[in-house]
């Protein structure tokens, strides 16, 4: 059972272009949760995600971020005219559900976000 | 509000000696405590998790964790170090009516041979 999947592993980008980052969750889970580490700090929550819905988006920036979980395929974290205090390494994390008590999530393997 | 406070930002031992890992939590009624692990730029890997029951908790890798209520503490131990425990050490609470993870900052862990 393959883990949570995020592609790429790494990105470069420069001022002013957009950065994509997916995210395909372990298989049968349907909750999908975007976190950002900023250097020298712990994860922080971006946002919340169930198929075709956002839940909560209360950890995201109000500007040039967005993320969507569409029907079919990954879930997808934009960032738009990215600036150099994007660069982080953002990991996704999926989980089964919410009816179980305790359901941890699990971790992809990140993507390091670099801007020039 | 939930929040985690790791009060170390390392943690040197040298292998064979025991590891600790301190971790304290705010958090409205009953916790839900978890300990992931991250390598050098990998993701983070799930050690152990506190939901209810016993309050001493067996992990992966011979890593274990002990729930203290009334000190409000869940502090990662293992009896016996590794070099290969070498890592950056996250605790992390969740409210039991909310699925937002709140993470400390992290433990960098250092085993010496």
């Known amino acids: 059972n393959a883990g949570v999947m995020q592609n790429p592993r790494h990105l470069v980008r420069r001022r002013g272009q957009e950065a994509r980052l997916r995210c395909s969750p372990m298989?049968?889970?349907?909750?999908v949760y975007w976190y950002r580490q900023l250097p020298e700090e712990g994860l922080k929550f971006m946002v919340y995600?169930?198929?075709?819905?956002?839940?909560?988006e209360s950890g995201m920036p109000k500007e040039r971020f967005s993320a969507e979980f569409p029907k079919e395929g990954p879930s997808i974290l934009r960032i738009q005219q990215v600036v150099r205090g994007d660069s982080a390494a953002y990991f996704c994390?999926?989980?089964?559900?919410?009816?179980?008590?305790?359901?941890?999530?699990?971790f992809g393997p990140g993507t390091r976000l670099t801007v020039l | 509000a939930q929040s985690v406070a790791q009060p170390e930002d390392q943690v040197n031992v040298a292998e064979g000696n025991p590891l600790t890992v301190k971790c304290t939590y705010s958090?409205?009624?009953?916790?839900?405590l978890f300990w992931y692990v991250q390598y050098p730029n990998r993701g983070l890997q799930f050690l152990l998790k506190?939901?209810?029951?016993?309050?001493l908790v067996k992990g992966s890798y011979g890593f274990e964790a002990e729930f203290n209520k009334s000190q409000t503490s869940f502090h990662l131990k293992k009896p016996s170090a590794l070099v290969s425990d070498s890592a950056l050490y996250f605790c992390?609470?969740?409210?039991?009516?909310?699925?937002?993870?709140?993470f400390g900052a992290g433990t960098t862990v250092t085993v010496r041979a």
């Open positions: 994390a999926s989980s089964l559900d919410l009816g179980g008590r305790g359901n941890e999530q699990f």
């Open positions: 298989k049968g889970h349907s909750h």
């Open positions: 995600l169930q198929k075709e819905n956002i839940i909560d």
């Open positions: 958090v409205s009624g009953n916790p839900y």
């Open positions: 506190y939901i209810t029951g016993d309050n």
């Open positions: 992390a609470v969740r409210d039991p009516n909310d699925y937002k993870l709140s």
